[in-house]
């Protein structure tokens, strides 16, 4: 059974190795950020940082992500509290809020890796789709998370989420047991 480590949370789901890590997630481990937009790698919904890189979660398998470490929206902060996440609502750079967990996963790879980016760098960086037509306010939020990265300006945090993951997961009953938890 495939194990790996999601949100620094070490688990062993009990699928088939082939199973899309997306599924897993989202049907097993309850972590339902993270979004089914088209199964096919084009839309970036399930972007997940994967050894802290930013990759499609439907295009890789349970196997494939056997002993990796894997980051989920709900893992980036407990509070909503990372520059990406404060800045995509201070721009408000969100409408339906669908494809808002891919792009926060992608934009917050890109800012570790580069808190000035360019305006092509993050379009280059974040290809995700989003249907409600976000990309200008995308820009200008990227551009301040990364500010705030560089200590330049601070945004005060959004409200936190009224529940943690682990009650989320703990008050559906269908999902009770899986995936099991190896430690902690
Ligand atoms: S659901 Fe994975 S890229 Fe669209
Ligand atoms: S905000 Fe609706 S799909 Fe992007």
Not at 117 to 127: L, Q, T
Not at 139 to 166: K, Y
Request: hydrophobic fraction near 40%; charge should be negative; glycine fraction near 8%.
């Amino acid at each position: 059974m495939p194990r790996m480590t999601v949100n620094e949370r070490p688990l062993e789901f009990d699928m088939d190795p082939e199973t899309p890590l997306l599924w897993a997630l989202r049907d097993a481990a309850n972590l339902t950020g993270t979004k089914y937009g088209c199964g096919n790698g084009d839309c970036g919904a399930c972007m997940v940082l994967v050894d802290g890189a930013a990759l499609r979660s439907c295009l890789i398998t349970l196997e494939e992500a056997e002993g990796r470490f894997i980051t989920t929206i709900e893992g980036l902060s407990r509070d909503r509290s990372h520059p990406v996440q404060q800045a995509l609502v201070a721009e408000q750079a969100i409408q339906c809020g669908f494809c808002t967990p891919g792009i926060a996963m992608a934009a917050a790879n890109l800012i570790q890796r580069n808190a000035a980016p360019s305006e092509a760098e993050i379009k280059e960086a974040i290809p995700n789709l989003c249907r409600c037509g976000v990309y200008p306010r995308l820009v200008s939020a990227i551009e301040r998370a990364g500010r705030v990265v560089r200590r330049q300006e601070t945004i005060s945090a959004a409200p936190a989420p009224g529940i943690s993951a682990e009650d989320a997961a703990a008050a559906v009953p269908a999902l009770r047991g899986r995936p099991r938890s190896t430690g902690q």
